[in-house]
């Protein structure tokens, strides 16, 4: 090409680069988080609020819109948001974990900026650090499709979201010292719904939570297990749930009489209103251990003068894993739908792409230096004071090691930094083990995985995956593993970045069932990873470090 030519078509390039970033919308929210107290079932409990409201205010965006947060901490210690199940594409700098992100220090503000990039659904956001979530200070985002992409049911009258988790009264600060001495903090005590006890038939708590409805129509509820330790059934009396979506996913249309939700899980479920106008229970049930806790809301059709009476409706056995495996698989992908993008979801053949690396990663609860803690293959997370984000990009020695995480369950228990290095643009098969008699959940920052198969009471071995499901597979960002069993995952290596591998079960997560996913780009380009944030909080040993000024895609690395 001509030189004047080719300058003019870089100019081209340039002007359509910038009108596609520019005609994604902003969205400027203002946080200022706080504790509150909350009156709850003849206690006062210490809360996080934000904006005074707990649970906090539901993120409502669309597609590719990009999000501005900015985020005041009121509370008296070190605060950090995490956007369980946002992808951070190209950018881990936004990701509010301790790995990416130094804290937000008591009296501080620090704006979140990051695009919700090639994302739908249903996802929620929580307080990453210093146990926090213990004291609530979550709330839901919702992501809608473009215009332009057709969602795959008709508008519902209502969209509804129901955070339901498990509750501890204990102070969480007097749980998180209890751990720290190795103390045991117990079972939950109760459950709530969107921060609310349950309802009790009679009226003796009068501040439940209560979606209102009317007859005939279909609505939407979006519900995600914010709790800290166990798994939730859920179900509404006498209504089918029609499950639709699941973290990002649409899924083919399955009506069931309750759902198994795991801890960190989201669903979308549709709900008809075709029973005769009253009030129904809408209940939350604690799974897998034995005295079911109930959170119980109220489903109330307008003009209805009849409350909910009678016993709660019971859910499948709470110890029965087989129900809850064989609905987890019951559970397929909408192929033929588009979801961020007009493709349809199942034009992306994961079943046929060549596994390039192969990783198991098995829980366990080990004791080290005299401490009850938790480990993957055995090495126990030690948080270092520097983010692994902050000493990756200033080269910063002593902080972590590259490929340090085992990626089998050999060797003796130890306490490490533990960083695992995946190569950009490989295709993974990652195996969780779990040979303990809880149950697991898991969760992966950065990149949605395919859930390919479940093990219960089984040892994972190369046969099992004549098993996967390669075809319709559900993709999305944590998952379950059945005591003494196992979960096989796929995904694709494709976001540059440090990405948290955790449990989704706080205790756990908090005494070093986690580690991070190293994904480096030896091109060094703006194009597969947004530059330093200009506004990046310095800490431990990046104190005193200068953030270089802003980069923008070179002319070299766009393509023509
Ligand atoms: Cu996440």
């Known amino acids: ?100 992100n130094c804290p937000i220090l008591p009296g501080q503000s620090w704006q979140y900026n990051f695009q919700v990039k090639d994302q739908i659904g249903t996802f929620f956001y929580y307080p990453s650090i210093n146990f926090h979530k213990a004291a609530g200070g979550y709330g839901g985002i919702q992501i809608a499709n473009r215009v332009v992409i057709a969602v795959p049911f008709l508008p519902p009258a209502d969209d509804f979201t129901l955070l339901a988790g498990d509750w501890q009264l204990r102070d969480y600060r007097s749980s998180r010292s209890r751990l720290d001495k190795s103390q045991g903090i117990g079972r939950p005590n109760v459950v709530l719904m969107n921060g609310k006890a349950p309802y009790i038939a009679g009226g003796s708590n009068a501040n439940f939570e209560k979606f209102t409805v009317e007859s005939g129509k279909i609505y939407r509820f979006r519900i995600s297990n914010v709790g800290t330790a166990q798994s939730l059934n859920v179900r509404i009396q006498s209504h089918k749930l029609c499950v639709v979506e699941t973290e990002g996913s649409y899924t083919a249309k399955t009506c069931v009489d309750s759902l198994d939700i795991h801890l960190g899980q989201s669903y979308s479920v549709l709900v008809t209103m075709d029973q005769s106008p009253a009030d129904y229970y809408i209940v939350a049930s604690t799974k897998f251990s034995s005295g079911s806790l109930n959170g119980v809301a109220i489903l109330h059709y307008q003009n209805s003068n009849t409350a909910a009476s009678g016993t709660i409706p019971a859910g499948p056995d709470p110890l029965d894993v087989n129900f809850s495996l064989n609905q987890a698989l019951s559970i397929k992908w909408n192929l033929t739908t588009g979801a961020a993008r007009p493709n349809p979801q199942g034009s992306y053949h994961y079943g046929q792409i060549p596994i390039t690396r192969v990783i198991q ?200």
């Open 1 to 100: 090409m001509a030189v004047i030519a080719k300058f003019l078509a870089i100019l081209a390039v340039l002007a359509l680069a910038s009108t596609a970033q520019a005609a994604d919308p902003d969205q400027f929210l203002d946080w200022v988080v706080t504790f509150q107290n909350l009156p709850l079932l003849d206690t006062t409990q210490r809360v996080i609020a934000i904006n005074n409201q707990f649970p906090g205010p539901t993120i409502k965006t669309t597609t590719n819109n990009n999000l501005h947060i900015n985020v005041t901490n009121r509370l008296d210690e070190p605060l950090l948001f995490h956007w369980n199940g946002i992808q951070q594409r190209r950018s881990s700098w936004q990701d509010g974990v301790s790995g990416t």
């Open 361 to 560: 990663l098995s829980s366990s609860s080990v004791t080290l230096n005299n401490q009850a803690r938790f480990a993957i293959n055995g090495q126990s997370y030690l948080t270092p004071d520097t983010p692994l984000k902050l000493a990756d990009f200033y080269n910063i020695d002593g902080v972590f090691t590259r490929g340090s995480m085992r990626t089998s369950a050999v060797g003796s228990p130890v306490m490490e930094t533990s960083v695992l290095e995946l190569d950009y643009k490989s295709f993974v098969e990652l195996v969780f083990v779990n040979p303990e008699n809880e149950i697991q959940s898991w969760h992966l920052d950065g990149m949605s995985f395919w859930v390919v198969g479940f093990g219960f009471n089984e040892t994972w071995s190369p046969s099992s995956r004549s098993k996967y499901n390669l075809v319709d597979a559900v993709s999305r960002s944590t998952t379950q593993v059945y005591p003494r069993g196992w979960t096989a995952i796929l995904f694709s290596v494709d976001n540059v970045g440090m990405w948290n591998i955790r449990s989704q079960c706080l205790r756990r997560q908090y005494l070093g069932q986690e580690g991070y996913a190293r994904v480096f780009n030896p091109e060094n380009s703006t194009r597969t990873e947004t530059w330093i944030p200009q506004n990046v909080i310095l800490c431990g040993k990046a104190i005193g470090k200068t953030i270089p000024g802003p980069r923008m895609l070179g002319i070299d690395e766009i393509d023509l």
